[in-house]
């Protein structure tokens, strides 16, 4: 599934052979999206169930003990400020040429915001961007990775904001400015995405509708709001995009909220999230 939320778990596909199909929720630009049924909300806040395989390989990415803390820690760096960093230094170009619904439908996203405006945080956001490209650049001073000799999920997520940067030349050239961070981006570009199948979003529907879901149930004990197999509950990005996806509660771990919920036309869906950057709400 394809959508604007940064998507670094997926860059693990090339490592681990994974052959999937991909259906562009961006098949209607700046409208409501065709396959928006199967995730609940904005494209790419809840993953639908679709491939095991990427769980399996989320958990070897993590590595072990001191890598672990690491990895996890710059893959909420790179998506809360990182990335952020990227943004007005992009539009500060493009905010002229896209179209008026894009504008609109990014500032629903942000809740109030005006996202026409986003292009006065681009001289702060500058100097952010610069400091940060300046910290991967030495930390990739003696190694072909950011933790080391071996691909982790610390380069899948800093990769994403980079990779975006390539979208305005002019924000581009402040990535390219620093030769370690270059060697290292071409590394992981070349790895390529998997064996890739293009889908239309109708056939992503029709599967969905001739599937049932698989996840076993999962609640933990110890749940911190101890919270019940099958409670209803609402799940919503604490950041932006502020749709709730709302259903029973099947899964609920110390990492992952998953909901079963009925889609008119499709049947049952299960929507999973990470438990980070989400809020979990009783309805």
């Given amino acids: 599934m394809r959508s604007s939320r940064p998507s670094a778990r997926l860059l693990s596909e090339p490592l681990f052979d994974v052959s999937y199909s991909e259906a562009d929720v961006f098949a209607k630009p700046y409208a409501r999206y065709s396959a928006e049924p199967l995730v609940g909300s904005y494209p790419g806040f809840g993953n639908v169930e679709m491939f095991s395989e990427f769980t399996r390989a989320n958990q070897l990415l993590g590595g072990v003990g001191q890598v672990v803390l690491s990895a996890d820690i710059m893959n909420q760096w790179a998506d809360r400020r990182l990335f952020w960093s990227t943004t007005p230094v992009i539009f500060e170009k493009l905010a002229a040429v896209v179209p008026k619904e894009f504008i609109e439908d990014r500032s629903k996203m942000m809740r109030g915001a005006n996202f026409a405006e986003i292009t006065l945080m681009a001289p702060d956001a500058r100097n952010q961007l610069r400091a940060f490209l300046d910290i991967l650049d030495r930390q990739l001073a003696h190694s072909p990775f950011l933790l080391g000799k071996s691909f982790s999920l610390a380069d899948a997520a800093c990769f994403h904001p980079v990779w975006f940067l390539r979208a305005e030349p002019t924000a581009f050239s402040h990535a390219q400015k620093f030769p370690n961070l270059m060697r290292w981006f071409d590394r992981i570009d070349a790895m390529g995405y998997g064996d890739v199948k293009a889908m239309e979003p109708d056939e992503a529907l029709k599967i969905a509708r001739e599937s049932s879901p698989a996840t076993p149930v999962n609640v933990q004990a110890a749940d911190p709001d101890t919270l019940k197999a099958g409670a209803m509950v609402s799940?919503?990005?604490?950041?932006?995009?502020?749709?709730?996806?709302?259903?029973?509660?099947?899964?609920?771990?110390?990492?992952?909220?998953?909901?079963?919920?009925?889609?008119?036309?499709?049947?049952?869906?299960?929507?999973?999230?990470?438990?980070?950057?989400?809020?979990?709400?009783?309805?």
């Fill in 235 to 283: 799940v919503t990005p604490d950041d932006y995009g502020f749709d709730p996806v709302t259903g029973r509660l099947v899964v609920n771990t110390t990492y992952e909220v998953a909901v079963e919920r009925g889609e008119p036309g499709l049947g049952k869906i299960v929507n999973h999230f990470p438990k980070i950057g989400f809020r979990i709400a009783s309805v």
